[in-house]
């Protein structure tokens, strides 16, 4: 089963129109991503709870990291730079972090709100490499800027 963002940017906007609290956003968010694919393997969000900080948010998979420094692995890349990152093989890029020893591959997009400001990163990690692309990326941030406003 693989992904369709176009229904699932549908499915998302009625069941989050309105909303404004960012943590019921992110938890309806994951619950609704996880089970629309069978390679996220592990998804969820980091949130920025202080500077150069992420502590985990809204997940579904086994247990995640409870903290990641900005310095470090494929989430605190992306908090870091801003920049979304698409990682084929997990073992390559270097400091990554094995919250889970099943994961092969992730892609990880900042999180912003309406006005900008960083809020946290998306995680998506699968245990097949290369599970990810282009098409996940944007389909992933559309989704994101609807719900989020960033």
Do not use: N
Request: proline share 3%; with cysteine; hydrophobic share 40%.
């Amino acid at each position: 089963m693989r992904i369709d963002y176009d229904e699932k940017a549908k499915t998302l906007a009625a069941l989050t129109g309105g909303e404004q609290d960012v943590i019921a956003l992110m938890a309806t968010m994951v619950c609704e991503l996880h089970h629309a694919d069978d390679r996220f393997d592990w998804t969820g969000f980091y949130r920025v709870t202080q500077p150069e900080v992420l502590r985990i948010g809204p997940y579904q998979g086994g247990h995640g990291c409870l903290f990641i420094p900005f310095s470090r692995g494929v989430c605190g890349a992306a908090a870091r730079t801003g920049q979304v990152q698409l990682v084929d093989d997990v073992d390559a890029f270097e400091g990554h972090i094995a919250c889970a020893s099943s994961t092969r591959s992730e892609v990880v997009l900042p999180v912003r709100s309406a006005d900008g400001t960083l809020i946290g990163v998306l995680d998506i990690d699968s245990d097949q490499p290369g599970a990810f692309d282009s098409a996940d990326v944007d389909g992933l941030t559309g989704l994101l800027r609807q719900t989020f406003g960033g």
